[in-house]
C-alpha cells in the first residue's frame, strides 16, 4: 500500500516520538511526568519525519531544488534526531553522527589528506533528510523492514508465554547440573533464535528475564576495570 520511503519514514517518526516521551532529557528531569517542551519536540520530530509521507507528491516534483520549507523541517528533524540518539543511546554515537556532519560543511579545511570541497547547507539536508541516500537509506530500511518485525513477533511470543515454555524447557533440561541458569539462557536463546532469527529480538525476549535470573541467583555482574594511576615506586 505504501513504498519504502513512506515506511521508513513513518517507522522513524514513531521512533522520535516514543525516544522524547520515553527518555528524559537529564537525570535531574522529571521521571513522574512528561514536560511540556518534551511533548512540543516530539510532536516536531515526528512531523519531521512524516515530511517525505505527507508531502510526497510535491517533493517528487521539485527533486533535488527543496524550498525553505523543507530546509527549516529537514534542519529540524537533524537535530531532533540527533537529540533523541542521545537520549535513547547515550552521548558517543550523537557524537559520531555529529563529527561527520562537521566534516560534510568543514572539508575545505581539513588537511589535505581529508579535504574536499565541501557541501553547502541547502545539498546536505537535502541529501540527508529529503532522499533515501542519508538518514532515510538502508539501514533505516533494515530497521523499517526486518528488525522491528522480528522484535514485534517476539515481543509477541514472550507474552504468550512461548518465552517462558523455552525457559521451563531449559530448566528442565540443565537445570539440576552446576551453573544450571546459565546454561539454560544459552538453550533458551537458541530455541528463541531459531524462531527469530533476529539477535535483537533474541535479547528482548529471552533476556528479559534470563538476565535478571541469573542475577538473582549469585551471578556477579561484569564491572568495568577501574584503572589506576601508576605511581613510580619511592625512593627511601
Avoid: C
Amino acid at each position: 500500500m505504501i513504498n519504502d520511503t513512506q515506511a521508513r519514514a513513518i517507522h522513524l517518526s514513531f521512533a522520535i516520538f516514543l525516544a522524547f516521551t520515553a527518555y528524559p532529557a537529564l537525570s535531574r528531569s522529571p521521571k513522574d511526568y512528561i514536560p511540556l517542551q518534551d511533548w512540543g519536540f516530539a510532536l516536531l520530530g515526528a512531523f519531521s519525519a512524516s515530511y517525505l509521507v505527507i508531502f510526497h507528491a510535491e517533493l517528487a516534483n521539485r527533486a533535488g531544488a527543496p524550498i525553505t520549507a523543507d530546509l527549516i523541517f529537514a534542519v529540524a528533524g537533524m537535530v531532533l534526531l540527533l537529540e533523541a540518539t542521545r537520549r535513547a543511546l547515550g552521548p558517543p554515537l550523537m557524537v559520531v553522527a555529529a563529527v561527520f556532519l562537521i566534516y560534510t560543511f568543514g572539508g575545505p579545511y581539513m588537511p589535505d589528506v581529508i579535504a574536499h570541497k565541501g557541501a553547502s547547507l541547502n545539498k546536505t539536508m537535502s541529501h540527508q533528510w529529503l532522499t533515501t541516500e542519508g538518514v532515510f537509506g538502508v539501514a533505516l530500511g533494515v530497521s523499517t523492514s526486518f528488525v522491528f518485525l522480528f522484535v514485534l513477533f517476539g515481543a509477541l511470543l514472550e507474552k504468550a508465554g512461548a518465552g517462558n515454555y523455552f525457559t521451563k524447557v531449559s530448566f528442565s533440561l540443565l537445570g539440576h547440573m552446576r551453573g544450571g541458569p546459565a546454561k539454560a539462557a544459552v538453550v533458551s536463546s537458541g530455541l528463541s533464535g531459531l524462531i527469530s532469527g533476529s539477535s535483537i529480538a533474541n535479547v528482548v525476549t529471552t533476556g528479559t528475564f534470563t538476565i535478571p535470573l541469573m542475577k538473582r541467583v549469585g551471578f556477579p555482574a561484569v564491572k568495568p576495570v577501574q584503572w589506576k594511576w601508576l605511581r613510580p615506586p619511592t625512593v627511601s
